[in-house]
C-alpha cells in the first residue's frame, strides 16, 4: 500500500466528480473536479486502438502522466485493465470486469500488483441494476468494497444526453485500496460501462 504522502496531491480529495462529453468523435476526454470545482485530473482515451487505453493527467497541458489504464486484449467484455505508475511505469493493480455477472450486474474485481484480489466494484442495487438495463438511460451507483467487505468509495452517476457526471466520494480517509486504484475505477467506469454494460 503507497503511503498518502507520497502521492501526487491530485488523489488525496475526498470527493471527484468525473465529467464525460459523450459527443466527442474519437476517443474519450474526462474532466475530474474536486468538491469546490477545481480541475484536479485530466484524462484522455485513445482514439483508434483496438484495445483500450487512457491516460491520466493533473490537467489539460498533459504535462505530466500520472497513471495508465490499459487492457492487451482485443475487444474483450472480460477484459483486465492495469494501471501503471505514468512517471516510473509501475505497475499498481489491476481491474478485471467479471462478464457473466456483468450482464445482470456490473462487477469488477480489483487486484494489487501481484495479482491479489483487494476489492469489488460493483453496481448498489440489484433492482436498479436490472431496470438499467432494460431502459438504458437510468443513471448507475456502485460500491468500492476492500477485501474485507468495507464500503471504502461510492460512485453515484447523473445522465443526461450530453454529459456523463459521475460523483464519487471517498469514505475513508485511509482506504483499504490504494487512492490511485479508487480513481482508475471510477475513470474506467465512466468510460466504457455505457458502451460495454
Do not use: C
Not at 486502438?49 to 497541458?61: I, K, N
Not at 437510468?138 to 460500491?143: D, H, I, M
Amino acid at each position: 500500500m503507497t503511503r498518502p504522502d507520497t502521492l501526487h496531491s491530485s488523489f488525496l480529495h475526498d470527493y471527484y466528480l468525473i465529467h464525460r462529453k459523450f459527443w466527442r468523435i474519437f476517443g474519450g476526454e474526462f474532466r475530474v473536479f474536486d468538491r469546490s470545482g477545481n480541475l484536479v485530473l485530466f484524462s484522455e482515451q485513445a482514439a483508434f486502438r483496438l484495445r483500450e487505453d487512457f491516460r491520466v493527467y493533473p490537467d489539460e497541458r498533459q504535462s505530466k502522466e500520472l497513471l495508465s489504464i490499459k487492457t492487451e486484449q482485443i475487444m474483450d467484455f472480460a477484459a483486465t485493465f492495469k494501471v501503471h505508475d505514468g512517471a516510473t511505469g509501475q505497475l499498481i493493480g489491476s481491474l478485471k470486469r467479471k462478464a457473466l455477472k456483468s450482464l445482470v450486474r456490473d462487477e469488477w474485481i480489483i487486484f494489487d500488483a501481484n495479482g491479489m484480489q483487494i476489492g469489488v466494484v460493483a453496481e448498489a442495487n440489484l433492482g436498479l441494476a436490472l431496470l438499467t438495463r432494460l431502459i438504458g438511460l437510468l443513471p448507475q451507483s456502485f460500491v468500492i468494497t476492500s477485501r474485507d467487505g468495507t464500503t471504502v468509495a461510492e460512485i453515484k452517476q447523473q445522465f443526461n444526453p450530453f454529459i456523463l457526471k459521475n460523483r464519487m466520494t471517498i469514505l475513508k480517509p485511509q482506504p483499504d485500496i490504494d487512492r490511485r486504484m479508487i480513481v482508475a475505477a471510477g475513470i474506467l467506469l465512466a468510460g466504457i460501462e455505457r458502451r460495454q454494460g
